[in-house]
């Protein structure tokens, strides 16, 4: 069988969190006051356990250890998946994003970077490198954001980015190749560049389809908010 | 006591069981865990909100080339933070590098702050009312003596519309003198020419949209990746989209534009009227006209008497590619493949410009051009049209449309026609009689009739003529014999250095108004800046003087919106109406296109096509209905050489031209510091084989001499000038290459030919 670390890692939360209410419903039905009397011990394989202390870590590991883990792997998970592009394209508000993506006729920079494979795989991950497990807090708070805005349906399409996308998602791969050093102009604009006062966009067009695209009611938009096959 | 009995111990069985401490603990951590999540919430807004480098976004256009860029100007605090692309505009978002640098023209050095007069050959600081009471008086004394054509106003494609009209109407329907010119004149007056002759209306059909669709591209005397960078960033991303997709680039030069493009056809400067002809006649030769569409939309001239198409094809029979490529510098092969690829194309789109205009048979070439759209029917149709690219943010709706030239009035009109002057004073309420039929002095001319005394008191506003005019240092002279006045932002240009007066005047967004780019957009650019010290907007400075000379009654609209409405009220007299293009609706749209007539219209994005310009007859399909039959006009243009034919004395061509990080002569964008060291200072290109044999290597100073002057600058050898072609850019002041330059202009434009000057080099001994 051939399982992708995400599937293991998948597979591992239900098994945490099957485990953690397995052993809640114990913990639920265990009476404290009456181990004691009973008093006998269990055996733990390597080791064997008063009955109350065996107790009181499965009571542990119920409430505590088992949810904590849990979250952490939901999260891990939730970091990890949303590096695919199927994992961005589940909200519907960024459908136009994705769809706009792989229609090869669109000339935006994420078509082009997408039609032409000049990214292999993660394409959304790769430009906005900043919301994975790795990434930094702020774009963690954002994400969180986000998510709260999503579930509430506390959003108003089209959506607008807040904070200024980091040049640096650019300059990653283009920086110091030929092509790009050739540019006179981006000799001479190499601080501002890196300092991210002025933006790569500036000359290289729209990133994704136009905020008057996105907007319900335009021409574009039930073409954008197709769902993805 | 066991736990049955312990009321603690016993599970509740129904609600009524549930004690109200219960009910108060789960509502109170229901509570909390809202509260939590509220406050989390809460504070991410907080948090990721306070990330904001840009107060309030504005939208506003580039103040540099045609293109006209939408651009969104962030403010903080009073200042210009940041500027970013439009993506709602035309544009789609993209700027280019003069564009991204516009925070920094708002506070380039060396402003000028206050007015100043010259006084013991200086120029010392004045206030207004001393300024302008010397210039008024000037001017009256100078009406008085020797008549109002003794007046004149030399404007630009960079002043607002609302100031070029006005100025326009104070000089010609006030002073009553038809010596109103511009900068324009030296940039696209033969795209003018062209399409009127053409079309008999003025701008071009298309627009840039149609770079979206077309299948081929015909760029001829056009740099654009320089000069225009966000259109041919378009035609990039058409080809990326689209890799079918060809791009032509015909020029001299080895330019960037050549080498994106899939063909270069490098011609000898001067000739490429054969290249043009030399298609039309494969065109017809292979059969690949499109006879329905001429049959339908078109009419043949040889300029003075029609002509039908037989005999535009025995005019074609001395241009076949056989005959012309010596002259040409470009293979016949290479000729018929172009014309084929041209005709057959889904979509074919021509972009020109200075290479074309700036020449002395640029309306011939202008009209060829539009004539191997008309023969193919590549027009009309998205994708499929000629186009002219323009060099300055206002030159079209400023001055074009404004019809602020010698030989124009608004709205198409020309003062040599006695209907047109009429119904310009009945518009504007003058006398009978008030509109000169002289035609005013074109712009050589004017400074030429400075030279002589004809014209002895000048306004100039917004353009550096002592830099940009050929023979510069002919017309430098002149301006010395004349009572020369210059409304100007910065302090010291070669223009002041010869003025008598000099007015400090806001820039870009320190003042409020409306600008015309290349495809018929109209867009607004708001004021957001205090202009600085006494600075003043030269529409202020043109009622001002308005009112000193006594017609203070004609000038009554003063401020940008009362003289938009009352422009757009004059343009529904004509077939340029744009009545339906208020401010209010270019605060809140990404401009728009004329012809507009009322205000639920779009905008008309393809002209002379039914279903977007409402003047097309219903069920026309395409009607050019500027002229009288409806129909474009077909001319036959001989090709002459240019006068500035090289000979043994002068063997080289010199061609001039702009680089991307610069705009005009640099009064701007020198002043940038990561513009300024782009660019360094102007060299002379030539080509490794031409430097070889005049014993002239990279770094040396080299002297370029013309019948007309003699510049001195460093030379760089590249192979992306032609064999026999110097080229220089024309920003730099200090090489000031237009000394060189030859006084040629078009006979019909008035146009200078700045591309084709015969020079001859010699490297200068240290």
Redesign the interface.
């Known amino acids: 069988m051939n399982l992708e670390l995400r599937q293991i890692v998948m597979l591992l939360g239900t098994l945490t969190c099957l485990l953690g209410v397995i052993l809640s419903i114990r913990t639920a039905r265990t009476?404290f006051?009456r181990i004691e009397t009973s008093g006998q011990d269990v055996n733990m394989g390597i080791t064997r356990l008063p009955a109350l202390a065996f107790a009181k870590l499965v009571a542990f590991a119920a409430l505590i250890a088992l949810p904590a883990g849990a979250v952490f792997i939901a999260n891990y998970h939730t970091f990890e998946g949303v590096h695919e592009v199927r994992g961005c394209a589940s909200c519907h508000v960024m459908l136009p994003m994705v769809n706009d993506m792989r229609d090869?006729?669109?000339?935006t920079l994420a078509a082009?970077h997408y039609k032409n494979r000049w990214i292999a795989e993660d394409q959304c991950y790769h430009c906005h490198s900043d919301y994975g497990l790795a990434g930094n807090l702020?774009a963690k708070?954002?994400g969180?954001?986000h998510l709260?805005r999503y579930t509430s349906r506390t959003y108003h399409e089209p959506i607008e980015a807040?904070?200024?996308f980091d040049n640096k998602n650019c300059l990653n791969c283009h920086a110091g190749t030929p092509r790009f050093e050739a540019v006179?102009?981006h000799?001479?604009?190499h601080?501002?560049l890196v300092s991210n006062?002025?933006?790569c966009?500036?000359?290289?067009?729209?990133a994704h389809p136009?905020?008057?695209q996105r907007t319900p009611g335009s021409n574009d938009y039930a073409r954008l908010m197709e769902k993805m096959k | 006591m066991s736990s049955e009995s312990d009321p603690r111990h016993k599970r509740p069985q129904t609600f009524s069981d549930i004690t109200r401490r219960e009910v108060l603990l789960t509502l109170g951590g229901v509570a909390a865990a809202v509260g939590a999540g509220a406050a989390t919430w809460g504070g991410l807004e907080l948090m990721v909100r306070s990330r904001q480098t840009v107060e309030r976004w504005n939208k506003a256009v580039c103040r540099f080339c045609g293109t006209g860029c939408g651009v969104m100007i962030g403010m903080k605090e009073g200042r210009v933070v940041d500027v970013r692309g439009d993506e709602l505009a035309h544009n789609k978002g993209v700027l280019c590098i003069k564009g991204s640098m516009l925070p920094e023209l708002t506070r380039i050095g060396g402003r000028l702050t206050s007015p100043k007069i010259r006084r013991r050959g200086k120029l010392v600081d004045a206030s207004w009312d001393e300024a302008m009471g010397l210039v008024a008086a000037k001017f009256a004394e100078s009406i008085h003596q020797s008549g109002p054509d003794s007046v004149a106003f030399y404007g630009s494609g960079q002043l607002l519309t609302e100031e070029s009209y006005t100025a326009n109407k104070l000089f010609k329907a006030g002073i009553r003198t038809n010596n109103v010119d511009g900068n324009p004149r030296l940039c696209m007056a033969s795209a003018a020419t062209g399409y009127i002759s053409t079309y008999g209306k003025d701008e071009p059909p298309g627009c840039y949209a149609d770079a979206d669709y077309a299948h081929f591209f015909f760029l001829i005397g056009a740099n654009s990746y320089e000069c225009h960078q966000p259109i041919f960033e378009r035609i990039r991303q058409r080809k990326r989209a689209n890799p079918d997709t060809l791009i032509v680039c015909v020029d001299p030069r080895r330019t960037k534009t050549a080498e994106h493009s899939d063909i270069h056809l490098p011609v000898i400067p001067g000739t490429d009227l054969l290249l043009l002809n030399a298609m039309a006649f494969v065109i017809f030769d292979q059969g690949l006209q499109n006879q329905s569409f001429i049959d339908r939309h078109v009419r043949f001239s040889d300029g003075e008497h029609d002509a039908d198409q037989a005999a535009f094809r025995r005019f074609l029979q001395s241009y076949a590619p056989e005959k012309v490529e010596q002259e040409l510098g470009v293979s016949a092969t290479d000729i018929r493949r172009v014309a084929y690829l041209f005709a057959t194309s889904p979509a074919t789109m021509s972009l020109w410009t200075m290479g074309i205009n700036q020449r002395t048979q640029g309306t011939s070439l202008n009209n060829m051009i539009n004539t191997l759209h008309l023969v193919t029917g590549q027009i009309g149709r998205p994708g499929a049209t000629p186009f002219s690219l323009t060099g300055q943010p206002n030159a079209c709706g400023g001055v074009r449309d404004t019809g602020a030239l010698s030989h124009a009035l608004p709205g198409g009109r020309v003062v040599a026609n006695p209907q047109h002057r009429r119904e310009m004073e009945q518009i504007w309420k003058v006398p009978e009689g008030t509109i000169s039929d002289k035609v005013g002095f074109d712009a050589v001319n004017l400074f030429r009739a400075m030279e002589d005394g004809r014209v002895k008191a000048a306004l100039i506003m917004c353009t550096n003529p002592g830099a940009t005019l050929p023979a510069a240092a002919r017309y430098q002279a002149a301006m010395e014999n004349c009572f020369t006045v210059v409304s100007d932002v910065v302090e010291d240009s070669e223009t002041q250095r010869h003025a008598q007066v000099v007015l400090p005047a806001a820039l870009w967004i320190e003042k409020e108004g409306v600008t015309g780019q290349g495809e018929r957009r109209y867009q607004l650019t708001p004021k957001l800046l205090t202009p600085p010290g006494q600075a003043r907007s030269d529409l202020e400075m043109l009622v001002d003087l308005a009112e000193r000379l006594g017609h203070g009654k004609l000038i009554t609209a003063r401020t940008p919106r009362a003289v938009w409405d009352e422009w757009r009220e004059v343009s529904s007299h004509s077939l340029y109406n744009f009545k339906g293009i208020t401010y209010d609706r270019l605060e809140k749209e990404r401009g728009l296109q004329w012809p507009c007539p009322t205000e639920d219209h779009p905008g008309t994005a393809r002209r002379y096509v039914e279903g977007d310009d409402p003047f097309v007859t219903k069920g026309a399909g395409i009607e050019f209905y500027g002229n009288h039959d409806k129909k474009a006009v077909v001319y036959l243009r001989p090709y002459t050489p240019s006068p500035e034919k090289t000979s043994m004395e002068y063997p080289l061509y010199l061609t001039t031209g702009r680089v991307l990080e610069q705009f005009h002569t640099g009064t701007l964008t020198d002043r940038i510091a990561e513009l300024h060291e782009a660019t360094g200072d102007a060299m002379f290109d030539l080509n490794p084989e031409d430097a070889r044999r005049l014993g002239v290597q990279t770094g040396d100073r080299i002297e370029v001499k013309s019948k007309y002057g003699s510049v001195t600058g460093e030379a760089r050898t590249t192979e992306a000038s032609r064999l026999g072609v110097i080229f220089a850019a024309f920003y730099d002041w200090k090489l000031l290459v237009n000394r060189a330059v030859a006084d040629n202009y078009d006979v019909t434009s008035k146009e200078p030919e700045f591309k084709v000057t015969a020079v001859s080099v010699s490297k200068v001994m240290a």
Do not use: W, Y
Not at chain 1, 104 to 107: A, C, E, H, R
Not at chain 1, 201 to 206: A, D, I, M, S, V
């Open positions: 009476r006051d090869p006729n669109s000339g082009r702020e708070m954002t969180f954001r709260a807040r904070v200024r006179q102009s000799k001479t604009a601080e501002r006062q002025m933006i966009l500036n000359c290289h067009g729209q136009t905020s008057a």
